[in-house]
């Protein structure tokens, strides 16, 4: 079955970190362009990362720069994104999805179930 998995998300108090995985199955993720978003309650979607697949480049939302950390494990299969200095805005629904657009919310791709994200203030 092809799909994707997220995971590792919970509640945490403002400054505290989490990592979020994706986890692919049923094809590889080796040379795929996958992008993390989020959506807030009364919130548009935002294209918080995207990772290309050709250069590898990353891109990341003014709002998270310094602070997430998106990487990819090819021999797990699995992207991760590495959240620090977490702050109350951060509380979202985070997805994984393929075929992100750098700074585009659309999800154009496979997406994910998405996992929670809750930063109490």
């Known amino acids: 079955q092809v799909q994707l998995v997220e995971s590792g998300g919970g509640l945490v108090q403002s400054g505290g970190s989490l990592r979020l995985s994706c986890r692919a199955s049923?094809?590889?993720?080796?040379?795929?362009?996958i992008g993390w978003y989020r959506q807030a309650p009364g919130k548009g979607r935002e294209g918080v990362s995207c990772?290309?697949?050709?250069?590898?480049?990353?891109y990341y939302v003014d709002a998270v720069k310094g602070r997430f950390t998106m990487s990819r494990d090819n021999a797990k299969n699995t992207v991760y994104l590495e959240m620090n200095s977490l702050k109350p805005e951060d509380t979202a629904v985070y997805y994984c999805?393929?075929?992100?657009?750098?700074?585009?919310?659309?999800?154009?791709?496979?997406r994910g179930q998405g996992t929670q994200v809750t930063v109490s203030s």
């Open positions: 999805a393929l075929d992100c657009v750098p700074g585009e919310p659309a999800i154009r791709g496979l």
């Open positions: 990772i290309s697949s050709s250069h590898g480049r990353t």
């Open positions: 049923g094809f590889t993720l080796d040379y795929s362009a």
